[in-house]
C-alpha cells in the first residue's frame, strides 16, 4: 500500500492544521494507521495511532488534547486534525501503517511497515 501524506504548512502559534494521508494500492481497512513527526536534529517520534476500525485510540502526552486522528475506511484516508498549535509541534509529519489489530496501538516506528512521504509543519511563535 502506498500512502500519501497532505495538509502541512505554515501557521502561527494557536492556530490549527488538519492532514491527510490517502492509501493507494490497498485499502486502509487492513490495517492500524499511526502519525509520527520528526523535528531536525531529532528522532522521529510517535504522535498518536488507531485501530483498524477507529474504536481506539492513542495519544503522545505532548499532544493530548490538542490533536485528533481519526479515519475514514470508505475514503481510504486517515486525519490528524492539530489545533493550538505551539513551536514545538515544527516537524515533518509522517502517516504509517501497521499490522491491523483491534486491542493494540503500536507506538515504536518499527512497528510500523508502510509509511507516506511526510509533510512539513511549521509553527511560528
Known amino acids: 500500500v502506498q500512502l500519501q501524506a497532505s495538509g502541512g504548512g505554515l501557521v502561527q502559534a494557536g492556530g490549527s492544521l488538519r492532514l491527510s494521508c490517502t492509501a493507494s494500492?490497498?485499502?486502509?481497512?487492513?490495517?492500524?494507521l499511526g502519525w509520527f513527526r520528526q523535528a531536525p536534529g531529532k528522532e522521529r517520534e510517535f504522535v498518536t495511532g488507531?485501530?483498524?476500525?477507529?474504536?481506539?485510540?492513542h495519544y503522545a502526552d505532548s499532544v493530548k488534547g490538542r490533536f485528533t486522528i481519526s479515519r475514514d475506511n470508505i475514503r481510504n484516508t486517515v486525519y490528524l486534525q492539530m489545533n493550538s498549535l505551539k513551536p514545538e509541534d515544527t516537524a515533518v509529519y509522517y502517516c504509517?501503517?501497521?499490522?491491523?489489530?483491534?486491542?493494540?496501538?503500536?507506538?515504536?516506528?518499527?512497528?510500523?511497515?508502510?509509511w507516506g512521504q511526510g509533510t512539513l509543519v511549521t509553527v511560528s511563535s
Open positions: 488507531i485501530i483498524w476500525n477507529g474504536g481506539r485510540t
Open positions: 504509517a501503517a501497521a499490522t491491523r489489530d483491534s486491542i493494540y496501538i503500536q507506538i515504536r516506528a518499527y512497528q510500523y511497515n508502510y
Open positions: 494500492g490497498g485499502t486502509l481497512r487492513e490495517y492500524n
